[in-house]
């Protein structure tokens, strides 16, 4: 079998295993996979060129960058910013 053949089937395989996680392609020698929901806790884009640690990342996702709670706090601070008078808002 070809290399591209053997590319191929692997994409399909883990496309078929994953894809409901994952959003999975391969360009040029790296494998790249987005994770398919926004409510993760985890790393939401795996890019790797070996192909054992992008399944073992799949199967396990490293963890993301950043805290959800952080995040919902600075989404209520910009909330609160926006509607308050330009005169009472505090400096940024």
Known sequence: MNPD????TLLYLMRRN???QWSIRRIGRLW????TS???THAPTLIEEN???FVRQLECPPAGIGHPALV???LTEKRFNASCA???CPEE
């Open 5 to 8: 053949a053997v590319s191929k």
């Open 18 to 20: 994953f894809g409901q």
């Open 32 to 35: 790249i996979a987005t994770a």
């Open 38 to 40: 926004h409510r993760i």
């Open 51 to 53: 192909i054992d640690v």
């Open 72 to 74: 919902n706090e600075r």
């Open 86 to 88: 330009k005169d009472t």
